[in-house]
């Protein structure tokens, strides 16, 4: 059954249309669902209001220049004028530009799992595949046109939040926003192109990750350095997305990426699992994330050896619940 959705609709229109200047935020260190869903509705506005003033806002990452999607340049004077709409963030903490609370009206659509709440008005739904799954539905219920490179941009961060319809939150709703978006000329082929493909660097950076990965019981983990990266992809934040390299072997059911970071001390964790919640564990390092992937950020080496331990016996116990769960059977 579709998710309600049409409550929260009118509150989000109202406020649009009350303010002449909007601003868009994301999270730090953006994934295609923060640009798709942050692109994707200036787009919309811009589209649909031609006379208000509709900015990004956020510093430049590495999918955003691949994107060519340029940055706006916002004085401080606009803040406290503008509507202010949050995407994606998860907590306050990650909305990249903090100068959000300065604006006079915020509002926050995202579909991580609710730990706090920093804005005005909140549609949260964690049973979204993606923040670009709910903005595609609200425009489906409202029936509104969308130009071309808001639909491409909305199904492009849609396909990689929910990684081309394979995580556990895909649904009857997610295919519904696929379908709608579609409709409006989407370039499919390219989409996946822009999530999947890879530049020669990345392919080499890659075969790295592979390289240096280890297995603890069903469980795979990389821990890569800066020595790694640096020469090759030249940035933390392209390299800390290649956690999806771990994927794909049948019997490991978690997986996780650890990257040294920029200030050559701390590390990022990258954490993954096909079906298992390992949300505990990246909250227990003040991460958080979706059931089946979480980050964390700032880990001692020391920590990174515990999270590593955590893990593998996790993935070890649910292995064995399961085998003992066919024994009884």
Same mark, same amino acid.
Not at 249 to 278: E, K, N, P
């Given at each position: ?202 392919? @080499?950076?890659?075969? =790295? $990750?592979?390289?240096? +990965? ?5 469980? &795979?983990?990389?821990?890569? #350095? ?76 020391? @920590?990174?050896?515990? =999270? $590593?331990?955590?893990? +593998? ?5 649910? &292995?064995?619940?399961?085998? #003992? ?5």
């Amino acid at each position: 059954m579709p998710i309600k959705i049409f409550a929260m609709n009118p509150k989000i229109i109202e406020s649009i249309q009350k303010y002449d200047s909007i601003i868009i935020f994301r999270h730090i260190l953006p994934d295609m669902d923060a640009l798709g869903s942050q692109y994707g509705l200036a787009a919309w506005l811009r589209h649909a209001y031609p006379n208000k003033s509709v900015y990004c806002a956020g510093a430049g990452s590495p999918l955003q220049k691949k994107m060519g999607l340029s940055l706006d340049s916002i004085c401080e004077d606009i803040y406290p004028q503008s509507l202010g709409i949050v995407l994606d963030a998860s907590t306050a903490s990650r909305v990249d530009d903090q100068n959000y609370t300065k604006c006079a009206y915020t509002i926050r659509i995202d579909h991580h799992v609710q730990t706090e709440s920093f804005c005005s008005f909140e549609w949260i739904d964690p049973k979204a595949s993606a923040t670009c799954e709910m903005l595609a539905l609200w425009f489906k219920a409202y029936r509104t046109e969308l130009p071309l490179d808001s639909a491409n941009l909305l199904y492009s961060g849609l396909v990689a939040d929910n990684v081309r319809f394979t995580t556990k939150s895909v649904s009857a709703n997610t295919f519904l926003a696929a379908a709608y978006l579609i409709d409006f000329g989407v370039d499919v082929i390219a989409c996946d192109q822009i999530n999947y493909s890879s530049s020669w660097n990345d392919y @080499q950076y890659e075969t =790295i $990750v592979r390289d240096k +990965a280890s297995r603890k019981d069903n469980f &795979l983990y990389a821990v890569m #350095e800066q020595e790694d990266y640096v020469p090759i992809l030249h940035s933390f934040a392209s390299a800390k997305e290649k956690v999806y390299v771990l994927s794909g072997v049948d019997d490991i059911q978690i997986w996780a990426l650890f990257t040294r970071m920029d200030d050559g001390v701390h590390y990022s964790a990258s954490l993954r699992s096909r079906t298992i919640d390992i949300r505990e564990i990246a909250q227990k390092y003040h991460g958080g994330g979706h059931a089946c992937a979480c980050g964390i950020k700032n880990l001692t080496r020391d @920590q990174v050896d515990e =999270i $590593v331990d955590l893990l +593998a016996n996790l993935s070890q116990s649910i &292995l064995s619940i399961s085998i #003992e769960s066919k024994s009884m059977t």
